[in-house]
């Protein structure tokens, strides 16, 4: 039999063992109550840090698509600019050519007067008036020609230069809209989409950082905004350029056709004055010839006279002897001879004087 004292002993030991393991079984109670207290605070801390993050995400990403919806319509405003200066850079183009072109006929014909002018002969091969307004004339017109050319060029430069810009600004708008559709696309994502995955592919060499990023589009648009500036003011002094032009061509044709028109008219007024001068010229020429003839008559009766008065010299001087005397006849038909002599001289000078001035008298030209 059992000693009542070990018994009662072993009973302590079992009272004092079970409440070692009830409080052992309460500490534990304690601590998981503890610790599931704690995860439970610290699951609902991570939820509303989840939640949180989410909200900033989302609130980044719609300030990063206000960001680039903003620069794509500035982009999109920079090419409608762009493709307006084009067009009517174009139209510009083609005047400037269409004007260029039509330099050709008038200088053409300028040069086809000088040229037809070059067959004048005598005094009207002269440089007169119309001929410095036609060589005038061609200088302003192929000047004009040539600055309308090399004005072409420069305008097809910055037509070039225009294009450049439009293939930078879409090629930029190209990537606002696939960076833009990314973003909307992750801002519709959430925890209850599908597809969703947890494997993470984040490239460690970006393309650019965000103030690049933004540089980027700042850099297109002032030059967009630069090329349609520098355009403008080209196309500003190409209108300004045009309508000197065409003023110089006008005014020096004017000019021209004024030249001609006088000429013209002081030709007609010599020819007039030259057909009446001629007239009488003409006229002068008959009454000097009747003049010749009225001398010719009195020149041939002198000289048969002259034939006379020789004779009757000569047919006494066959008087014989003493008879051969110089008489009172003899003294007469002396000085008959000299005075018909003197009055045959004067009349052949007269003569030879009129037909001296006729020689002097230009021809007539039928």
Known sequence: MLCPAKVEEAVLRWHSHNAAR?????????????????????????????????????LNLR??????????????????????????????IERVQIAAEKCHEPLQ???????????????????????????LEEGKISSAQSNLRRLQRDL???????????????KDTSGKEAALSID??????????????????LSTNKSSTEDQWAWHTEQNLSQADNQVK??????????????????????VFQRTNDAFEKRIFETKQSKQKLEHELAQTTQKIIEVKSILV?????????????????????????????????????????????????DCDRLEKQHQNVLDLIKTWPERSD
């Open 109 to 135: 014909l300028s040069r086809d007067c000088l040229k037809i002018r070059e067959g004048r002969e005598g005094s009207e091969k002269a440089a007169d008036p119309v001929t410095r307004s036609l060589v």
């Open 184 to 201: 909307k696309r992750c801002l519709q994502l959430s925890v209850n989409s599908e597809n969703l995955t947890d494997k993470l592919s």
């Open 156 to 170: 097809i430069e910055q037509q070039r230069l225009l294009r450049i810009a439009v293939y930078q600004v879409n």
């Open 22 to 58: 009830c409080e052992a079984a309460g500490g534990a109670q304690r601590a998981a109550d503890a610790a599931n207290a704690e995860a439970g605070r610290v699951g609902r801390l991570c939820v509303q840090r989840a939640l949180s993050t989410e909200r900033l995400s989302d």
């Open 294 to 342: 009225e001398l010719e008559q009195p020149i041939v009766v002198n000289k048969e006279h002259m034939r006379l008065a020789v004779t009757r010299l000569n047919e006494r001087e066959l008087r014989p002897g003493i008879e051969k005397c110089s008489d009172q006849a003899e003294r007469q038909l002396k000085k008959e001879l000299s005075q018909l002599q003197s």
């Open 63 to 92: 300030e990063r698509v206000d960001e680039v919806r903003f620069q794509h319509s500035q982009l999109d405003l920079s090419k409608r600019k762009l493709e307006g200066e084009l067009a009517t850079l174009a139209e510009l």
């Open 230 to 251: 520098r355009s403008r003011e080209m196309r500003s002094r190409a209108e300004i350029l045009l309508r000197a032009a065409c003023e110089d061509i006008c005014k």
